[in-house]
């Protein structure tokens, strides 16, 4: 009897996939650290024969080399993928033996040309389960505009081959074949995913729009292709990373991992082009920080946000976070390719404070107090720094969009002539904001920390108004 465990990771909105039988194993997109799979096998008593990769992810950097070389196991691709480290590339309808369990890979192209699902066959002969990866999610189907840019195939030659996978070969399956996708809601990698991690082929032909009945290629094309936003600007580094390989897992933290006192810290800050990331909760954040420093806290959707607003994944940084969750930041920042984590501050901002240190505060007000000046002034300058499908369902009437995805190449645009009142969903993302225009030498504004849904409650609001900055 095999086992199947989902591993999920609520940060990046990612599957990966333990498999077990018979004293073998199989991993299905690993995330970057490989103990936790290695720990897995010893646990059980198992071999990893295999690491099935379903495609070159971009949204994470998969721990498929590291794992390898740790284990001996053989790293599966698709046919038509490519490497700079020693794969195998399955061909279509090629069968591994795991146990007494069969993994059949079947060529899925479209959301990128390599792409490639993984259907489990039982020792019994049942077609059990497939792993789609990107594919096909649940309530959606995966985006076919983050593959390598070339000028032969485009983004509709991708979708169209999309619809061909769907219709021809996985909708083919039996329906109460378990679909298990590589994503789930809150991922960039699809628009309409579901919070669901699994279901079955049958129920995602009655619920998922994409593989309705009598569905032509061209109304396909046009759905899946239809108000994509751009992706975040570090998806084409991290499929670059996983295509060519990187630094050790265990380099990179250890690199990190390294405790500075206050002098050190401040050296390394004024002498080294480095960033201070600041992973604290926000409420710590705009009480206190050193100053310069940008707020990205860890209990949010850390990697995506900073993945989406650091620009250069080389960057040095410095951490300033929780007293024993150093660690875990370096972890996480190394899930999407930021390596170059330098060290953090020993103590954690109360060694800063107590060496008095200069600090920087951010002007924050909850709602109670904003909806007091707004009902007062209803003219008061508002920026929404939501993401555009949000403003546009529903937004305070007369705020203006200034999207937290695009704050770097919108910047200019920001009036620091007249104070602006910056809110989002919760008050993190504006405080990231916040922080961000502060360490860019902007100063009037006022950071609204609090729930849209109480906004919601006691203003006007209205939807389907156009961003004032694209």
């Not at 059980?44 to 080399?65: M, N, P, Q, W």
């Not at 679909?179 to 991690?197: E, F, R």
């Not at 922080?435 to 409650?457: H, P, T």
């Amino acid at each position: 009897m095999e086992q199947i465990e989902q591993i999920y990771t609520n940060c990046l909105a990612q599957g990966a996939y333990f498999i077990e039988s018979g004293g073998e194993a199989a991993v299905i997109d690993p995330l970057r650290e490989s103990q936790p799979y290695i720990e897995r096998a010893e646990r059980l008593g198992v071999k990893i024969k295999y690491i099935f990769e379903t495609h070159f992810h971009a949204d994470f950097v998969s721990g498929h080399v590291d794992l390898a070389k740790k284990t001996g196991a053989t790293i599966i691709y698709g046919p038509t993928a490519e490497t700079k480290y020693i794969i195998q590339n399955a061909e279509d309808g090629e069968e591994f033996v795991i146990g007494n369990i069969k993994i059949k890979a079947i060529h899925t192209p479209g959301h990128t040309p390599e792409s490639t699902s993984y259907l489990l066959i039982d020792e019994n002969g049942v077609e059990k389960a497939i792993f789609t990866g990107d594919t096909l999610f649940i309530g959606d189907v995966g985006r076919p505009d983050l593959a390598q840019k070339s000028k032969i195939v485009t983004v509709e030659d991708l979708a169209g081959a999309l619809y061909d996978s769907l219709r021809n070969k996985i909708m083919m399956l039996p329906d109460d074949i378990i679909i298990y996708p590589a994503h789930g809601q809150g991922s960039a990698c699809g628009k309409n995913m579901s919070s669901a991690t699994w279901s079955t082929l049958g129920e995602q032909k009655k619920s998922n729009y994409a593989l309705r009945e009598n569905m032509t290629k061209e109304e396909f094309i046009l759905e899946v292709t239809e108000g994509l936003q751009a992706p975040p600007q570090y998806f084409p580094k991290n499929a670059k990373l996983n295509k060519i390989g990187y630094d050790s897992y265990d380099d990179v933290i250890e690199r990190g991992n390294k405790a500075l006192n206050t002098r050190d810290f401040k050296v390394i800050v004024e002498q080294e082009d480095v960033l201070i990331l600041d992973v604290r909760s926000k409420e710590e954040f705009v009480r206190g920080f050193i100053p310069n420093s940008w707020f990205v806290g860890l209990d949010g959707s850390f990697a995506p946000w900073v993945g989406t607003l650091i620009n250069d994944i080389t960057q040095k940084i410095v951490l300033v976070a929780p007293v024993g969750r150093e660690e875990e930041a370096i972890k996480r920042l190394a899930r999407v390719g930021y390596d170059n984590t330098i060290g953090f501050l020993k103590g954690g901002f109360e060694s800063w404070k107590n060496a008095n240190e200069e600090i920087n505060t951010i002007p924050t007000i909850s709602a109670d107090v904003f909806l007091d000046l707004y009902k007062k002034d209803s003219s008061i300058s508002i920026l929404d720094v939501r993401k555009p499908g949000e403003y546009s369902n529903k937004h305070i009437y007369g705020a203006n969009h200034f999207a937290l995805d695009y704050i770097n190449e919108n910047i200019a645009e920001f009036n620091d002539q007249q104070k602006q009142y910056i809110h989002c969903r919760s008050g993190y993302r504006s405080t990231v904001a916040s922080s961000i225009l502060m360490e860019k030498g902007y100063s009037n504004f006022i950071n609204v920390q609090c729930a849209f849904a109480d906004l919601e409650n006691s203003l006007s609001l209205e939807g389907s108004c156009p961003s004032l900055i694209k």
